[in-house]
């Protein structure tokens, strides 16, 4: 396993737990995790080593919740999705890591405004653009996109499906089978640059039961909070971590 400190094993152990939770019970409690593996592992092997702990993550998720996916939002989303992963895979192979961290916040930051401001803005613009097939299509290969490049497409989803009016499980359901899709997906792109490797498997291995131990806790806490606190919760953890993606950026390119 890595070389880590017994707080940084620490950290590794609590980004486990929140990658179980955030696929189960706050799908937005996932950019923590980004954040938190960042700060343990330069940014691009961050992404490597979490991939297959996402994996883990989403094979409960997709069996617990199999029964409240909505296939029809996914559908459409497929070639758009593709397209932005192959993106994703080429700017990943000569991005910087603060300039990747500072992209993923304003992206993620941008989309929070419109979904919060959409009323006021279609009424400015005299357009429903939110609901137009350009607008989602757009949200398709962004999400694709901040996949490859980040395991960071949790925000973006919760903005597409948010605006789908999604009950809390389908929610949760339908979030899933699109992250174990396209993660699954990635795997040979991530093992082709070596961000996937025997040694980032081994460390994989050894956090799994964090890992399900968080997945439980998801189950037993969504049907505690109701639907609008689940959505104020879903959007203002999304802002945070984009705020701070933001922040480690500007402080990376001042150095």
């Known amino acids: 396993?890595?070389?880590?400190?017994?707080?940084?094993l620490?950290?590794?152990?609590?980004?486990?737990?929140?990658?179980?939770?955030?696929?189960?019970?706050?799908?937005?409690?996932?950019?923590f995790f980004v954040v938190i593996l960042a700060a343990i592992f330069p940014t691009k092997e961050s992404v490597g080593i979490l991939l297959p702990m996402l994996i883990a993550a989403d094979i409960v998720a997709v069996t617990y919740y199999r029964r409240t996916v909505i296939w029809r939002y996914l559908v459409t989303l497929i070639p758009w999705v593709f397209s932005g992963i192959i993106?994703?895979?080429f700017v990943l192979r000569s991005i910087t890591d603060d300039e990747l961290s500072l992209l993923l916040g304003i992206i993620i930051l941008g989309l929070i405004f419109l979904h919060i401001s959409k009323n006021k803005l279609e009424s400015w613009l005299q357009s429903n653009f939110t609901e137009s097939s350009v607008f989602l299509n757009l949200l398709g290969i962004l999400a694709g996109f901040t996949t490859m490049v980040g395991n960071a497409a949790g925000a973006i989803m919760s903005i597409y499906l948010l605006s789908k009016g999604l009950k809390k499980n389908e929610f949760i359901g339908t979030g899933a089978w699109f992250f174990i899709s396209v993660n699954v997906i990635k795997v040979p792109f991530?093992?082709?640059?070596?961000?996937?490797?025997p040694a980032t498997l081994i460390f994989n291995a050894w956090m799994i039961p964090a890992i399900l131990i968080g997945t439980w806790l998801g189950i037993k806490f969504l049907p505690r909070i109701s639907q609008k606190h689940f959505q104020t919760t879903i959007l203002a953890l999304s802002a945070v971590g984009g705020i701070k993606l933001i922040w480690?950026?500007?402080?990376?390119l001042m150095k």
């Open 1 to 8: 396993m890595f070389d880590l400190t017994v707080f940084q």
């Open 10 to 31: 620490c950290l590794a152990i609590l980004a486990a737990l929140l990658i179980g939770f955030s696929k189960t019970g706050v799908p937005s409690a996932g950019i």
């Open 87 to 89: 993106i994703g895979f």
């Open 190 to 197: 991530f093992v082709s640059i070596d961000l996937i490797t």
């Open 248 to 252: 480690d950026g500007i402080v990376y």
